[in-house]
């Protein structure tokens, strides 16, 4: 059974940065695309940013308003993937979640079409 759990949130400052880690175990993740997602209080679950599986790559994706400043990295040695995230500005307060389906042909996506998803962790970000 796949497992994902994510740790790195916290509270930080206006411009700070911070690296989330979604460690999964159960499956290989070279044959795994994961997502990274958020919500905040009282807006719908945005999609951040994915990887896809070996067999695309490991082909990446960013949604708009997190482009430039975040980086999605993997190490598949670690069953970990990595969101670092810079620049951090107020609106990317949220619960970040981590979600996984496996595939051979289909690439990541940045909308909810995953079978596995973590608890998620708390990102802050301070004025």
């Known amino acids: 059974q796949l497992q994902i759990v994510e740790s790195g949130g916290g509270l930080v400052q206006s411009g700070g940065s911070l690296r989330l880690s979604c460690r999964v175990s159960g499956l290989n993740l070279d044959n795994l695309a994961i997502g990274w997602f958020r919500r905040a209080p009282g807006k719908e679950r945005e999609g951040v940013s994915c990887?896809?599986?070996?067999?695309?790559?490991?082909?990446?994706k960013y949604g708009d308003s997190v482009n430039g400043r975040f980086t999605i990295s993997r190490d598949n040695a670690a069953n970990t993937v990595y969101l670092q995230m810079n620049n951090l500005k107020p609106d990317d307060t949220a619960v970040y979640s981590c979600?996984?389906?496996?595939?051979?042909?289909?690439?990541?996506?940045?909308?909810?079409?995953?079978?596995?998803w973590g608890q998620g962790t708390q990102v802050t970000v301070s004025s």
């Open positions: 979600a996984a389906f496996q595939a051979v042909i289909k690439a990541c996506v940045l909308r909810e079409e995953y079978d596995h």
């Open positions: 990887t896809s599986s070996r067999s695309r790559g490991y082909s990446t």
